[in-house]
């Protein structure tokens, strides 16, 4: 069990995605470092970066816009080894994969086999990368 602060959802709909941020969790995920997330993030970011678990699909397409598609892969695997791995960050059917998912299928792109088999073998949240049925 976690103990970690709680955001109102209408707080969250306000929130802005940090996107200098975002690049520091695809150096992260490039450099296959996911293992080690919880000593490559300060504590302060594992607690207020947990409400990044939360946003909406918006919020997501908005932030990452101007990232290739490659760097949207790479925040798959950040995002699912994150929800893993940091205290507070359970996500469930809002997982930002499944947003960044979406905005790459809106692109034309579809995640590897090769990526959705590693989803399978480093997660347990049913829902990612797809979402709810």
Same mark, same amino acid.
């Given at each position: 069990?976690?103990?970690?602060?709680?955001? $109102?959802?209408?707080?969250?709909?306000?929130?802005?995605?940090?996107?200098?941020? *975002?690049?520091?969790? *695809?150096?992260?995920?490039? +450099?296959?470092?996911?293992?080690?997330? $919880?000593?490559? /993030? @300060?504590?302060?970011?594992?607690?207020?970066?947990?409400?990044?678990? +939360?946003? @909406? /699909? %918006?919020?997501? +397409? @908005?932030?990452?816009?101007?990232?290739?598609? %490659?760097?949207?892969?790479? /925040?798959?695997?950040?995002?699912?080894?994150?929800?893993?791995?940091?205290?507070?960050?359970?996500?469930?059917?809002?997982?930002?994969?499944?947003?960044?998912?979406?905005? *790459?299928?809106?692109?034309?792109?579809?995640?590897?086999?090769?990526? *959705?088999?590693?989803?399978?073998?480093?997660?347990?949240?049913?829902?990612? $990368?797809?979402?709810?049925?």
């Amino acid at each position: 069990m976690s103990v970690s602060d709680w955001t $109102p959802a209408s707080s969250r709909a306000e929130l802005e995605i940090d996107r200098e941020w *975002l690049q520091k969790c *695809l150096a992260i995920s490039q +450099q296959d470092a996911l293992e080690a997330l $919880p000593t490559r /993030l @300060s504590a302060d970011e594992i607690r207020d970066k947990a409400n990044y678990m +939360q946003l @909406s /699909l %918006e919020q997501w +397409q @908005s932030a990452v816009t101007d990232f290739s598609n %490659e760097d949207l892969v790479a /925040l798959i695997r950040f995002f699912t080894r994150a929800e893993m791995l940091l205290p507070g960050w359970e996500a469930g059917k809002t997982s930002p994969v499944i947003a960044l998912n979406k905005v *790459l299928r809106l692109r034309g792109e579809r995640l590897s086999r090769e990526t *959705l088999i590693w989803i399978r073998q480093n997660s347990d949240n049913r829902f990612i $990368p797809n979402g709810g049925l």
